[in-house]
Each structure stands twice: as C-alpha cells, then as structure tokens.
C-alpha cells in the first residue's frame, strides 16, 4: 500500500529518487482516502476559506502554514499555487507538533 508520498510528492520534493512512480507499479485499488482539515489560530480574522486567501492576499509573505508530514506539504503548496497566495511554509517532524504551534500562535 501506498500514499501519495511516495508516487506523487517524493519526485518534486528529492533531486532523485530509486525508483520512477508510474512505470515501476501498476495500481490495483484505491483502498479508501482522508479528510484534509485547515485550521488557523482563532487570532487570524478569518472564518471562511475565501476570507483566508483574501487575508493571505493582503498580507503577502507575513503568514505561514506549518505542515508535520508530505501530504501537508503538497495540500499547502498547492493552494499556494492554485491561488497565487505568498505564505510561508514550516516544516514539522509531526503533525501534534505543528498544530501546537498554530495554536500557540508560532506559525500564523
């Protein structure tokens, strides 16, 4: 089994990687997925995730998002992308320990 850590991060995230994601394995099933949750400090004046890209927009380079494994990263980076939103990303050895920090208002 696998995640999307391995077949689709794993490639833009390292220089090289041992093995190529779509010749080197034949998908079989998908077993079942996970839900995404985005969470900010209550401090940040945002309710709505329109407000959030408005406030990121209008605040550009001042926020981050702190992410504790790969797929963090890729849901971060993709919004990023999707919305031409400037946030900083902070990397985190696990999730536990990023959200106590977005609450401790570390990462905002």
């Known amino acids: 089994m696998s995640t999307n850590s391995p077949h689709s991060a794993a490639p833009s995230l390292n220089k090289s ?49 702190a992410s504790g494994n790969t797929s963090g990263i890729v849901a971060g980076e993709t919004l990023k992308h999707s919305t031409g939103i400037d946030i900083i990303h902070i990397p985190y050895k696990t999730v536990p320990q990023a959200l106590n920090d977005v609450l401790a208002a570390e990462c905002q």
């Open 17 to 65: 990687i041992a093995y190529d994601p779509i010749k080197d394995f034949a998908p079989v099933s998908r077993i079942g997925s996970f839900t995404f949750m985005l969470l900010v400090n209550p401090a940040i004046p945002v309710r709505t995730i329109s407000e959030l890209i408005a406030y990121c927009k209008a605040n550009p380079g001042k926020l981050s998002y």
